[in-house]
């Protein structure tokens, strides 16, 4: 009993250090990308562009990479591979600010390379919560917001001091740490592995093992779930308002008088207030459905963004982000619990990174090239003022779904 204890510990451990690690890493670059392309002279529609492409193949980079870890590669393998390639583009980035083209290639090979690790991450971690009943992954999840806003805060000092190529040249080395506390981790089999295990056993008993799913059946299986679909689209439209957060704090931040040391404020404050709901969460899910957890989350979602939007100056902007902590915090691990409670484990990682690719990615195309064109059209704040009905209309669909009981 000790020696299990003290293998499902370790292994807590293992997961939040890699969690950590990657999120402070990956603050160093996304937090500040728009910051640091409108300080090297690119208007604000270039650099939300910009934002958009990357989020065009960030879409369709994470259902790929969610298929190969289900039936091909082990996600730890997926993990260590993308993010060492992801470290030079980190560190290279700012030297190529000069050219609009080298700069628009170096964010795209970073977002190949680690844009989409935070749905692998999570559906690696989920799925040894299925092995070891034991590790929580509100835990892991949490501990790498907190991370997140000790990194944002540190990040935007040593922006304001030292430039931008320092804050890069630390997240790479959070990124290489968090590789090699990964070497460390247990993978998660994926399908080959499984199969071949069964191949041996049916050998053994004279039986057949079965096959892989292909690809048609794997989208077959997800567009049947309809729980699945309501929680995709549902999603979709909460995360395109905050995706408009995102990309277009900054610009807001500095129309109400505040820099780069102010714009990791912001962030920081922003993961710190995930911290508790990320933590107590696995005890809120064994008392009060996933489902309703999910739907209270897009209240705070509303009311998050249409508070920014009206927000009178920069300090009130600030405080009305602690509402992050009921909005993502509690979406995030409950739509994960969710996943794992109602997706078979043949598309279970595929299902999750699919999530992860329309939350972050799909919600972000449409929500950067919306807000760039509303931009262009009127003001910052008329951004948030679509973002908060964008979040609006996902509320409602929300409860259409209890209403109607397709949450399952």
Same mark, same amino acid.
């Given at each position: 009993?000790?020696?299990?204890?003290?293998?499902?510990?370790?292994?807590?451990?293992?997961?939040?250090?890699?969690?950590?690690?990657?999120?402070?890493?990956?603050?160093?670059?996304?937090?500040?990308?728009?910051?640091?392309?409108?300080?090297?002279?690119?208007?604000?529609?270039?650099?939300?562009?910009?934002?958009?492409?990357?989020?065009v193949l960030s879409f369709i980079a994470q259902p790929v990479s969610g298929y190969i870890c289900d039936n091909f590669i082990p996600h730890k393998w997926v993990y260590i591979v993308?993010?060492?390639?992801?470290?030079?583009?980190?560190?290279?980035?700012?030297?190529?600010?000069?050219?609009?083209?080298?700069?628009?290639?170096?964010?795209?090979?970073?977002?190949?390379?680690?844009?989409?690790?935070?749905?692998?991450?999570?559906?690696?971690?989920?799925?040894?919560?299925?092995?070891?009943?034991?590790?929580?992954?509100?835990?892991?999840?949490?501990?790498?917001?907190?991370?997140?806003?000790?990194?944002?805060?540190?990040?935007?000092?040593?922006?304001?001091?030292?430039?931008?190529?320092?804050?890069?040249?630390?997240?790479?080395?959070?990124?290489?740490?968090?590789?090699?506390?990964?070497?460390?981790?247990?993978?998660?089999?994926?399908?080959?592995?499984?199969?071949?295990?069964?191949?041996?056993?049916?050998?053994?008993?004279?039986?057949?093992?079965?096959?892989?799913?292909?690809?048609?059946?794997?989208?077959?299986?997800?567009?049947?779930?309809?729980?699945?679909?309501?929680?995709?689209?549902?999603?979709?439209?909460?995360?395109?308002?905050?995706?408009?957060?995102?990309?277009?704090?900054?610009? @807001?931040? /500095?129309? =109400?008088? $505040?820099? %780069?040391?102010? #714009?990791?404020?912001?962030? &920081?404050?922003?993961? !710190?207030?995930?911290?508790?709901?990320?933590?107590?969460?696995?005890?809120?899910?064994?008392?009060?459905?996933?489902?309703?957890?999910?739907?209270?989350?897009?209240?705070?979602?509303?009311?998050?963004?249409?508070?920014?939007?009206?927000?009178?100056?920069?300090?009130?902007?600030? @405080?009305? /982000?602690? =509402?992050? $902590?009921? %909005?993502?915090? #509690?979406?995030?691990?409950? &739509?994960?619990?969710? !996943?794992?409670?109602?997706?078979?484990?043949?598309?279970?990682?595929?299902?999750?990174?699919?999530?992860?690719?329309?939350?972050?990615?799909?919600?972000?195309?449409?929500?950067?090239?919306?807000?760039?064109?509303?931009?262009?059209?009127?003001?910052?704040?008329?951004?948030?003022?679509?973002?908060?009905?964008?979040? $609006?209309?996902?509320?409602?669909?929300?409860?259409?779904?209890?209403?109607?009981?397709?949450?399952?």
């Amino acid at each position: 009993m000790k020696q299990l204890l003290s293998e499902d510990l370790t292994i807590q451990i293992k997961c939040t250090l890699v969690h950590s690690l990657f999120w402070a890493s990956y603050c160093a670059f996304s937090s500040f990308i728009v910051t640091m392309l409108t300080d090297y002279g690119y208007s604000s529609a270039t650099a939300t562009a910009m934002m958009t492409a990357s989020s065009v193949l960030s879409f369709i980079a994470q259902p790929v990479s969610g298929y190969i870890c289900d039936n091909f590669i082990p996600h730890k393998w997926v993990y260590i591979v993308l993010t060492i390639c992801a470290l030079p583009t980190m560190v290279l980035m700012p030297m190529l600010l000069f050219s609009p083209v080298l700069t628009l290639i170096s964010m795209l090979l970073f977002t190949v390379f680690m844009v989409q690790m935070p749905g692998l991450l999570d559906a690696w971690v989920i799925g040894l919560t299925n092995l070891h009943p034991r590790l929580n992954y509100g835990i892991s999840r949490g501990s790498s917001s907190l991370a997140f806003a000790i990194a944002a805060q540190a990040m935007g000092t040593l922006t304001a001091v030292y430039g931008h190529g320092a804050r890069c040249w630390v997240g790479a080395v959070l990124g290489l740490l968090s590789i090699i506390v990964a070497f460390t981790l247990e993978p998660l089999p994926c399908r080959r592995d499984r199969e071949k295990k069964e191949a041996d056993h049916a050998s053994e008993q004279h039986t057949e093992s079965k096959s892989s799913l292909s690809t048609a059946e794997t989208i077959s299986r997800l567009a049947k779930n309809h729980a699945y679909v309501l929680l995709l689209v549902m999603s979709f439209l909460l995360f395109m308002g905050t995706s408009c957060f995102s990309s277009f704090i900054p610009v @807001l931040t /500095q129309e =109400l008088g $505040g820099g %780069s040391g102010e #714009v990791g404020t912001v962030f &920081a404050l922003t993961a !710190l207030s995930e911290v508790p709901a990320m933590f107590l969460m696995a005890s809120i899910l064994r008392k009060v459905a996933a489902k309703k957890v999910i739907v209270l989350a897009g209240l705070f979602y509303l009311l998050r963004l249409s508070l920014t939007a009206i927000a009178p100056n920069y300090t009130v902007m600030l @405080l009305v /982000q602690v =509402l992050q $902590g009921l %909005s993502f915090a #509690v979406i995030w691990p409950a &739509a994960m619990a969710y !996943l794992n409670q109602i997706m078979d484990y043949e598309v279970r990682s595929t299902a999750i990174m699919t999530f992860s690719s329309v939350t972050l990615g799909v919600s972000g195309i449409f929500g950067n090239a919306i807000g760039t064109a509303i931009l262009a059209a009127t003001n910052v704040r008329m951004v948030f003022v679509f973002a908060s009905i964008s979040a $609006g209309v996902g509320l409602a669909l929300g409860l259409y779904g209890l209403a109607r009981k397709i949450w399952k």
